[in-house]
C-alpha cells in the first residue's frame, strides 16, 4: 500500500514537471474612442497646423516687409513738388537708375519746366483750349494730344494734371518701344538720352542733357 502511494506521488509530481506550465495571459485594454472623439482628434490636430503655418506665414510676410521698408529711394535736393513727384512716381513704375531718372526729368524740363498745363509758345491753360503742343512732354501730333484727353479721362484724371500726364506719358507706345532700356541700369545719361530722343522726337535738343547732369548732382539716396 506504501509502495503504491508513493509511486502514484512520483507519477504526478513528474507529469507536473513534463507538462508547459499555462499562465493566463492579460492583454492591455484599448481604450473606447467614439467617432465623433477621433473626429474631434482630428479637427484639433488640423487647427494647429494651420495655426504654425499663419505664424510662418507672418514671420515671412514681416521679414518681406522690412526687406521693403529698408528700401532706398532717389530724392532731389532742391526740386520743387512737381518735379518730386515726379521722380518719385518714375521710381514706383520700376526706373531705379540714377542716370535714366535724371535724364527723364531733363527732358520734361526742357520740354515744359513740368508747368502740366502749357501750352505750346507759353501760354497756361487747360487742355481744351490749347489744341496742340501740351502738358509735360508737349505732346503736339493729334494722335498724341487727343490721346492723352482720352487716356487721362477713362482712369478719372484731369489732362491738365501731373498725374493724368505722367500715367499717358507711360501708356504711349512711343514710351514702350524703351521702357524695358529705360529700366535696365548701368548706361551713361548720354546714353539714356540717345533712346529718349526715340520717345519723345524732339526737333530742338536744347538743354535737356545739362538739366539732366544737373539733376542727377542733385539727387540722394534716402532710406
Known amino acids: ?39 474631434l482628434t482630428i479637427q484639433d490636430y488640423q487647427k494647429q497646423s494651420e495655426t504654425k503655418s499663419k505664424k510662418l506665414n507672418t514671420k515671412e510676410h514681416t521679414a518681406q516687409t522690412e526687406v521693403e521698408k529698408k528700401e532706398k529711394i532717389w530724392k532731389c535736393k532742391g526740386c520743387n513738388q512737381q518735379e518730386s ?11 531705379k537708375d ?22 505750346e509758345g507759353g501760354a497756361r491753360t487747360d487742355y481744351e483750349s490749347c489744341g496742340a503742343g501740351y502738358g509735360l512732354i508737349q505732346w503736339t501730333s493729334s494722335e498724341r494730344y487727343y490721346g492723352l484727353g482720352r487716356v487721362a479721362r477713362s482712369i478719372g484724371t484731369s ?45 530742338i535738343h536744347g538743354a535737356r542733357t545739362d538739366f539732366a547732369y544737373r539733376y542727377s548732382n542733385k539727387m540722394y539716396l534716402d532710406s
Do not use: H
Open 1 to 39: 500500500m506504501l509502495l503504491q502511494t508513493i509511486t502514484a506521488l512520483s507519477f504526478t509530481v513528474a507529469s507536473a514537471f513534463s507538462s508547459p506550465l499555462l499562465l493566463p495571459v492579460y492583454a492591455p485594454s484599448v481604450p473606447d474612442i467614439s467617432t465623433d472623439t477621433l473626429e
Open 85 to 95: 513727384y515726379a521722380l518719385e512716381y518714375l521710381q514706383k513704375k520700376g526706373i
Open 98 to 119: 540714377k542716370n535714366a531718372l535724371a535724364t527723364i526729368l531733363g527732358n520734361i524740363k526742357q520740354e515744359s519746366n513740368f508747368i502740366p498745363n502749357i501750352c
Open 159 to 203: 489732362p491738365s494734371s501731373i498725374e493724368g500726364q505722367l500715367q499717358f506719358m507711360m501708356s504711349e507706345p512711343q514710351w514702350k518701344q524703351i521702357e524695358y532700356q529705360m529700366k535696365t541700369p548701368g548706361r551713361s545719361i548720354d546714353g539714356y538720352m540717345n533712346l529718349a530722343y526715340r520717345w519723345i522726337g524732339w526737333g
